[in-house]
């Protein structure tokens, strides 16, 4: 057995953008789960292969849609998003004109998300909610339950025969879903259905787990971090509720995100020839001062109150989309605008009307340390049960 080094103990910059510039798909590929990924979800993409034309093929046709993304799309992306957030805002009237909107945090994050992937990429509409909300929580309920066993899954018969019925029962309800995407839309008619698969032998998995179990999570610590600050203290929460969906973000708006995926990156650790901790990086007092166990977005603004670019450029300590050839497609701005827009989106829905919003969030994972505002775990099964209750007087 092979022990990986991690890097994370004196949390080197240097070394770890080495480790992630000099990694390639074919170490990635060979890494510990990546057996498991492709045996249990039958993918075929570059997070389990090794090729290189593979690999250029999914980054030419996600480039190419991400560069036809305009603010009319961001619009439409918003629209079917706010349509469809209905059944997951729990509404209740007082006798004296007061109301209430409670939402469980994540549930709502792991939903738009679902709902922005499928629209933004395949203009697939209108999923009715049961399918949406299968799809979300089996995507993450089998890959928690595969990691155990990832060190010895390297055949699919090592798998265990429900896990892998759930995964195949997934696979057919997205290739309905995907019916007419599979004919009509050219990521999935070219990826899904020439690149990795036919159109008689397809799986939409290989774009949809990628496009959204990472940009999910980022959703998620959002709205968390926001909303942890109270009524209090509501700028951020105004920032995001106030964006136009088809306008480009405020720089206050871009810091926001870009904070969020430092503080919480969606992807805290890689396995490359180093297992790389990119969490305790960006969460390392030598990069970010003394105050980077907090969520500040304003350490991204200049002094003119600009977004500095300088902060995420080649060479610094932001890496929440890898570096070098293996950074993601999305690291362009496709994902930290997909963030600002469906967190956004959340709010409107949550705190209408331009009102001041007032709220408290609650749960019985909002322990003390959530409620003194200090940095929250991290970690895809945390805080599950936590809600959000907006209010308005009357």
């Known amino acids: 057995m092979t022990v990986e080094k991690l890097i994370s103990s004196d949390h080197n910059l240097e070394e770890t953008l080495n480790a ?19 045996n249990l979800w039958r993918l075929n993409n570059p997070f389990v292969s090794d090729s290189a034309e593979l690999q250029q093929s999914y980054r030419r046709a996600l480039l190419k849609t991400f560069s036809r993304t305009n603010g009319e799309t961001w619009a439409a992306i918003a629209r079917s998003v706010s349509a469809s957030l209905d059944p997951l805002l729990h509404h209740k009237c007082g006798a004296d004109g007061s109301y209430t909107i409670t939402a469980n945090i994540r549930d709502v ?10 629209k933004g990429l395949f203009d697939i509409d209108n999923v009715p909610i049961e399918t949406l909300t299968y799809i979300g929580s089996e995507i993450h309920r089998l890959t928690v339950g595969k ?20 995964a195949d029962r997934l696979i057919d309800i997205l290739r309905d879903t995907f019916a007419e995407a599979k004919e009509s839309n050219e990521l999935a008619r070219t990826v899904l259905c020439s690149v990795s698969g036919t159109p008689d032998n397809f799986n939409p998995l290989n774009l949809v787990i990628p496009a959204f179990e990472a940009p999910w999570r980022g959703v998620y610590y959002t709205l968390l971090a926001v909303l942890q600050q109270g009524p209090h203290r509501p700028e951020d929460v105004l920032t995001l509720r106030d964006c136009p969906a088809h306008q480009q973000p405020p720089p206050a708006a871009v810091a926001i995100a870009h904070e969020s995926l430092r503080l919480y990156p969606p992807i805290r650790r890689v396995r490359r020839e180093q297992r790389v901790d990119i969490e305790a990086i960006q969460r390392d007092t030598r990069y970010w001062g003394p105050t980077a166990a907090m969520f500040n977005p304003s350490r991204f603004l200049d002094k003119n109150g600009e977004f500095d670019a300088s902060l995420t450029g080649p060479g610094s300590a932001w890496m929440p989309f ?7 497609p999305s690291a362009g701005g496709y994902s930290t605008r997909m963030m600002i827009i469906l967190a956004g989106e959340v709010l409107r829905r949550l705190f209408p009307n331009n009102t001041m919003p007032q709220w408290y969030v609650d749960g019985p994972e909002w322990d003390s340390s959530a409620k003194q505002g200090h940095t929250l775990r991290a970690g895809r099964d945390e805080y599950a049960s936590v809600y959000v209750v907006a209010s308005k007087s009357g």
Not at 110 to 118: D, K, M, N, Q, S
């Open 147 to 166: 990691k155990q066993y990832d060190a010895g899954a390297t055949k699919p018969d090592y798998l265990p025969q429900d896990l892998q019925r759930s």
């Open 20 to 38: 992630l510039q000099e990694s390639t798909i074919a170490i990635r590929a060979s890494k510990t789960g990546a057996a498991t990924l492709k």
């Open 322 to 328: 890898a570096v070098g050839s293996m950074k993601c």
């Open 109 to 118: 994050s792991r939903h738009v998300t679902l709902v922005a992937v499928l």
